[in-house]
């Protein structure tokens, strides 16, 4: 599975963007996706993640209520809005893929995860 992300850019606080994934070669539906950031000199961590066959959902605290992951069937593609857009989410989002028979309390482990996209930036100015 190849991936591809889009969507990113530059915003003012309070604003928002739709971020994409796209994958190519084969489909999501064995597998979650979900969207990491990392800032520099951080951790990559999971923000939110999609299981694609029944949309269970993942959202880490300080996105929840702000993000919402949605996926799309013809585009084989996971996007996340998001919304309220706050100055602390600047950062390069990266999305990946996680095989489903890995079990979804692996969802978080960013090691667990077999297909990564290139990353891309969301930056939100004060």
């Known amino acids: 599975v190849q991936l591809q992300a889009s969507g990113g850019g530059t915003v003012q606080t309070g604003a928002s963007l739709r971020l994409s994934c796209a994958a190519s070669?084969?489909?999501?539906?064995?597998?979650?996706v979900g969207w990491f950031r990392q800032a520099p000199g951080r951790e990559r961590d999971l923000v939110a993640a999609i299981r694609w066959r029944d949309e269970l959902t993942y959202y880490t605290d300080s996105v929840r209520g702000r993000f919402t992951l949605s996926r799309d069937n013809a585009r084989n593609s996971v996007d996340l809005q998001m919304n309220s857009l706050r100055p602390e989410d600047t950062t390069v989002y990266y999305c990946?893929?996680?095989?489903?028979?890995?079990?979804?309390?692996?969802?978080?482990?960013?090691?667990?995860?077999?297909?990564w996209g290139k990353g891309t930036q969301v930056t939100v100015s004060s």
């Open positions: 990946a893929a996680i095989e489903d028979r890995a079990g979804w309390s692996k969802v978080s482990d960013r090691d667990s995860y077999r297909y």
């Open positions: 070669g084969r489909t999501f539906s064995r597998h979650s």
